[in-house]
């Protein structure tokens, strides 16, 4: 080859070189700049754990706040599973699982536990590929492929960590979107499996927020942990990770305050009502004023949803109840973004949680949930009224599940389900509740094994109702169960419905693809389903956060 031709070629391989080292470049920048986003922001993360394989299923549920400084850090809001005591010295964040150990000659062997503890703060962990060390120096890339995910076309990389032996370091695959070289997708676990725990593999997804900014949303997390020296299957499990409320309602209430600041100084006139006020309407707004203070703390805490589509069409189902049975009520829904399945009243506004939305199978077993709640409107149950003190919700995040309470007794419940009865007997959908019976079936069936998730973080728990004479009723009257009947849907897998925006917590009902079932394995009532969201790209002209 002559020397030209050779120095020609040196050039070109240099320069592709040179390309491929600036797009590096451009993504550890990319990836940097959505750290320090999050550092200044502490979102809300959500973990919830179906564990199988050992003696039963069991569950696990953690929520709590992402707060990121020097490493990642999380502070819970509600303990309704077994959480990890503080360890003697400071760990390293990584995802990992407390495993029991016992001797086996001079070696150390780990064996199948009877019992898994989780440490929720490796799950929120698994939103980030290194929260300290993500450079070229740590980490080696190798292109695979470009591919699309939803509408974004992306760059996918194999990496790894050059020295394998470091311990929590990333090693999978990336994709890397190709106009501003941002993460959108990483999948695999962290290096090294140690005497003290082990780690999980994990496919995290992320939403865009903003030109340049893409933000950590949802993870699937699925593995086994099994016997060391051995290949038998051990304690299977797969849980889910969601992530939201970046943008804060209290810098919300700082900008709209501004604005009113700057207004021109044009005069304003004051409003007064016309007449006195009687008894009745006094003791109605006070319970008005309670309903609006938790309302507002709980949006404003990241935990409902500012009202939206979804809330129109839960409203539509809870007109129809009220129209129908003539209900002289200004009852209005809210969405609870929370997975277990719980609603509660709490003065005129029903609230439902994403979780119970997902699973219901069809708008009957909807109408039967919203009327559960609409009775206790319908016949006045009280409001705590405490709440109107505006000092009784001016307490921490991480205090507010644990001092909110809106649960009814059981002689409330039991009136209720009778005033329910009667909304549900003259509504559009009183000669389609069979299949509401086969959810109530499908939800009895599975309650004990999966506590967690019917374990009410504010209202009650569904189990209450399931006791109640009127769902016993239904009970009796829903066909019998039978899960390899292919077409008979008694509950949906978690996820199936509501698609939220984590960035200012906003929720649309998704537009799925009908498909047909293959199996009765593909139903997947009440379980976690892997994540595999649909990209898309903001307009140019989205505002930066």
């Excluded at 591919?147 to 076309?153: I, K």
């Excluded at 903003?210 to 499990?237: H, K, M, S």
């Excluded at 206790?376 to 921490?396: K, S």
């Amino acid at each position: 080859m002559p020397i030209a031709v050779r120095a020609a070629a040196g050039e070109e391989k240099q320069s592709a070189e040179s390309a491929v080292e600036r797009l590096l470049e451009r993504v550890m920048a990319s990836e940097e700049r959505m750290m320090r986003e999050l550092g200044e922001r502490s979102p809300i993360v959500e973990t919830y754990i179906q564990e199988e394989g050992i003696a039963e299923v069991r569950d696990h549920y953690f929520l709590g706040r992402l707060k990121l400084v020097e490493s990642v850090d999380y502070v819970s809001f509600v303990k309704r599973s077994e959480e990890a005591p503080a360890p003697a010295k400071k760990l390293e964040p990584r995802a990992k699982l407390r495993l029991p150990f016992f001797k086996k000659g001079e070696e150390t062997v780990a064996v199948t536990p009877e019992k898994l503890t989780f440490l929720p703060v490796g799950f929120a962990q698994m939103a980030l590929i290194d929260a300290r060390d993500f450079n070229r120096q740590t980490y080696q890339f190798d292109f695979v492929r470009r591919e699309f995910l939803g509408e974004v076309r992306c760059l996918v990389f194999d990496i790894g960590p050059r020295n394998r032996e470091q311990a929590g370091k990333f090693v999978g695959r990336i994709w890397v979107e190709d106009q501003e070289a941002c993460i959108v997708r990483l999948n695999g676990t962290y290096t090294h499996r140690s005497a003290d725990g082990v780690y999980f593999h994990f496919d995290s997804w992320r939403l865009q927020a903003a030109p340049g900014l893409w933000i950590p949303a949802t993870t699937y997390i699925e593995d086994t942990v099994q016997e060391e020296g051995n290949n038998r299957g051990g304690a299977r499990f797969k849980g889910q990770t969601r992530i939201w409320s970046y943008d804060s309602q209290t810098r919300k209430k700082l900008d709209e305050l501004t604005s009113l600041l700057v207004e021109s100084d044009a005069e304003l006139k004051d409003s007064a009502e016309k007449g006195e006020l009687s008894p009745l309407e006094s003791q109605r707004r006070w319970e008005r004023e309670a309903e609006m203070n938790v309302i507002d703390r709980l949006e404003r805490i990241g935990l409902l949803a500012p009202a939206g589509e979804v809330d129109r069409v839960l409203n539509t189902v809870l007109n129809n109840l009220i129209v129908t049975s003539e209900l002289d009520v200004e009852a209005r829904c809210r969405l609870l973004l929370t997975t277990p399945l719980e609603t509660f009243t709490i003065g005129q506004t029903v609230v439902i949680s994403r979780g119970l939305v997902d699973v219901l199978p069809d708008e009957a077993s909807l109408a039967l949930t919203l009327a559960m709640e609409l009775a206790h409107i319908a016949l006045a149950h009280p409001t705590r009224t405490e709440y109107a003190f505006n000092d009784r919700t001016m307490v921490g995040d991480e205090a507010v599940l644990e001092r909110f309470r809106f649960s009814r007794t059981p002689e409330e419940v039991a009136s209720a389900m009778k005033k329910a009865s009667l909304l549900l007997a003259r509504s559009p959908y009183k000669d389609k509740l069979a299949g509401a019976g086969l959810f109530l079936k499908a939800l009895q069936q599975r309650s004990p094994v999966l506590p967690r998730l019917i374990q009410a973080t504010l209202g009650n728990d569904l189990s209450m109702y399931l006791k109640t004479p009127e769902f016993v009723e239904l009970l009796e009257k829903a066909p019998p169960m039978e899960d390899t009947k292919l077409e008979q849907i008694a509950a949906l897998p978690l996820g199936s419905r509501i698609r939220l925006e984590p960035w200012a917590n906003q929720t649309y009902m998704m537009k799925t693809k009908a498909l047909a079932l293959l199996s009765a394995r593909e139903k997947m009532p009440f379980e976690i389903a892997p994540v595999n969201l649909r990209l898309t790209r903001l307009p140019r002209t989205g505002a930066k956060p």
